[in-house]
């Protein structure tokens, strides 16, 4: 079983949408969770990041974590067609900063 | 991207071959990471480096070989290359802020095909 699970899409929505995309992980000993954005043909890009649960919001973008359902998300709102990239989550447990683990990514495509 | 060069963009070599792939950084960082990324298995690390004398493997170590020249420079050799080492390579940095976080700065990465 994979650390971290996200759902690879592709995942296509009008502009305008709110999107919605999620990562489930195994390990309860991850702390500190992330969002990188990674446009095509570039590196990964943080997006957010956070410790806790609860939310965490970045002008569209909101962070959601639930731990106790080892969850988390990531909402756009009023989606662009900028923001058509693909959106990694990762996490680390807070103690051991050596060692990220990433979900494999979810292609969003915004349409105008 | 600016700030984590990676050399070169794009290589195609022939099993066997040896290649190194060159990783440099302006932000000052002490920790820098390989990483390679393949469709649907996501971003997995190779190796990593806390500080020029500290190299530690990643998960997929098999295979590769690095070496830390100096704070800003990390380089990721392929001794004798295979075709399932095709796949996009990513150089990272990242810098343990006093607060704790640990965030992780890419590079563009580097397309190496192996033939």
């Known amino acids: 079983q994979k650390e971290v699970e996200q759902d690879p899409g592709p995942l296509s929505v009008p502009e305008g949408a709110i999107v919605s995309l999620n990562c489930t992980y195994s390990n309860s000993a991850f702390q500190y969770f992330m969002w990188y954005r990674q446009y095509s043909r570039k590196g990964p890009e943080l997006l957010m990041y956070?410790?806790?649960?609860g939310n965490k919001e970045d002008g569209r973008f909101t962070a959601q974590v639930d731990k106790s359902s080892k969850y988390i998300s990531l909402f756009i709102r009023d989606s662009q067609p900028s923001d058509s990239a693909t959106y990694l989550c990762?996490?680390?447990?807070?103690?051991?900063?050596?060692?990220?683990?990433f979900g494999s990514g979810t292609k969003l495509n915004v349409k105008p | 991207d600016a700030d984590v060069t990676q050399t070169p963009r794009n290589r195609i070599t022939k099993t066997g071959k040896r290649i190194m792939l060159e990783c440099s950084q302006t932000?000052?960082?002490?920790?820098m990471y390989w990483y390679r990324q393949d469709p649907g298995l996501g971003l997995r690390l190779i190796y990593y480096?806390?500080?020029?004398?500290?190299?530690n493997k990643g998960e997929i170590s098999d295979g590769y070989s690095v070496s830390r020249q100096a704070q800003a420079k990390f380089s990721l050799s392929l001794e004798s290359a295979i075709p399932n080492q095709t796949a996009l390579y990513f150089c990272a940095t990242s810098d343990l802020k006093s607060g704790g976080e640990d965030t992780q700065y890419f590079g563009p990465g580097t397309r190496l095909t192996v033939l």
């Open positions: 932000k000052g960082h002490d920790r």
């Open positions: 480096s806390f500080d020029v004398k500290d190299i």
């Open positions: 956070t410790y806790s649960s």
């Open positions: 990762a996490m680390s447990v807070w103690y051991n900063f050596n060692k990220f683990y």
